[in-house]
Structures are given as structure tokens and as C-alpha cells.
């Protein structure tokens, strides 16, 4: 599975939109964006993903470059409970990879009031 | 709530003990994982079932022991571990072992060896 970049933390206000950003330059066509988060001390939760076109759900919004090559997770209206690691990983669908999520550590995102 | 469920959500033991952790997936899902979050480290897969069957262990050393014993049930065997084992274990299940597969994940068990 490609690699991905994420910086290691941010912050965000409270009611503000966050932006959080993640590279991924080496991803092959057949390779999906996902993004989860991680609360502190609980299990991590499936926020959003995508293979090209933006998406937009519940949660948040995912903007993914043309080229792939780097993709944008949006927060509309932050909130204090959105304050959590948030893992960008790329996933190789089918095949061999028998539901491989790669986690790297993620960014840090802390929404302050 | 997620709908997976983990039992015991806290466990301390010693090296020489042998234990279970136990997980429950309440979705009607076919793929079931076992992960490990260590202090200040990223989740790594340990286990995964499909169907009951187990289709990839990650290098996991055999004081683990996984357990499937139906599609709604994954456990997790415990016997004569290291204190560097102790850590978060996170279950996690899905609708199969590929496709979109977005995962749901239990709230951990966090244990601790001494």
C-alpha cells in the first residue's frame, strides 16, 4: 500500500472549519483514500473515504487533487468532540490485502474553544 | 456504540497467567480483526478472519492465540506474556475481508503485564 504524509498535529477553533491535509504520492490508481479518527482511549472510527471525485457525508468532506497525489479531509464546523488522531490511509480494495489498514500516526487535530 | 463489543475492558496480569479477551460483533459482518496499539506507536493488525477462517497473521508471536468460533465471536488467548505486551487490543469487524471495507471498531481492552 502507498505511504502517506501527514503532519504530526494541528489546531483548529471551535465552530471553524479544520482542514486536514494528507500526501500520498505514490498511489496507484486502484488504491482508495480512507480516513478514520481516534478519540483518546477509545477505538478508532471510519470517517470517510474516496478514490478520485470529493466526497461528502454526515462527518465531513473529502477533496482529493486531480492527480491523486494528495487529498484534503474538511471538518465543516469543528467541535470540541472533534478533537482526536485523525488517520489518513490508503487502501489497496480486493486482492491480496485481506483488509490491510495500514495506520501511521496520524495527525494530532485539537479544537480549542 | 460501534456494535462490537470487548470484554474485559480492563486486564492486568502477571507472565505466568493465562487469559481471554473477548470480542462481539452485533452487525451480521464476516470479517473480524485483533489489533495492537502500544503506547505512543500506530495500530498494527494482528489477526484477520474471514468467514471463521483465519486469513492472515501478521507475524504475531504464539503466546497469541486467536479464536474464531463463529462469525460473531473473535477471541483472543493469552498465555505467558512479556510486559512489552501490554498495550491497547482493539477488535474491529467488517462486511467482508476486502472490498470497501470500512471497519468498526470495539472500544479496546487495555492490558497490562507485569
Known amino acids: 500500500d502507498a505511504k502517506t504524509t501527514q503532519p504530526t498535529s494541528m489546531d483548529c477553533a471551535e465552530g471553524r472549519a479544520a482542514n486536514l491535509p494528507c500526501n500520498h504520492s505514490t498511489i496507484s490508481g486502484n488504491e482508495y483514500v480512507y480516513w478514520y479518527r481516534q478519540i483518546h482511549s477509545q477505538g478508532p472510527q471510519y470517517i470517510i473515504h474516496?478514490?478520485?471525485n470529493n466526497e461528502t457525508n454526515e462527518m465531513a468532506s473529502l477533496i482529493i487533487t486531480e492527480d491523486r497525489k494528495s487529498s484534503t479531509l474538511i471538518l465543516p464546523h469543528a467541535t470540541l468532540r472533534d478533537t482526536a488522531v485523525y488517520y489518513c490511509i490508503v487502501y489497496h480494495a480486493g486482492g491480496t490485502s485481506y483488509g490491510k489498514l495500514t495506520f501511521g500516526q496520524g495527525t494530532i487535530l485539537t479544537v480549542h474553544p | 456504540e460501534t456494535g462490537v463489543t470487548q470484554t474485559p475492558r480492563h486486564l492486568v496480569m502477571g507472565m505466568t497467567n493465562k487469559k481471554s479477551l473477548k470480542c462481539e460483533q452485533h452487525?451480521?459482518?464476516?470479517?473480524m480483526y485483533w489489533y495492537k496499539q502500544s503506547a505512543k506507536k500506530p495500530l498494527e493488525l494482528m489477526f484477520v478472519y474471514s468467514l471463521e477462517e483465519r486469513v492472515e497473521n501478521n507475524s504475531v508471536p504464539s503466546r497469541f492465540s486467536p479464536e474464531c468460533p463463529n462469525s460473531s465471536h473473535l477471541f483472543l488467548h493469552l498465555h505467558t506474556l512479556q510486559p512489552e505486551d501490554s498495550a491497547l487490543y482493539l477488535c474491529a469487524s467488517s462486511q467482508d475481508q476486502g472490498g470497501y471495507n470500512e471497519q468498526f471498531f470495539g472500544p479496546g481492552t487495555r492490558l497490562t503485564v507485569l
Open positions: 474516496g478514490l478520485k
Open positions: 452487525l451480521g459482518h464476516n470479517a
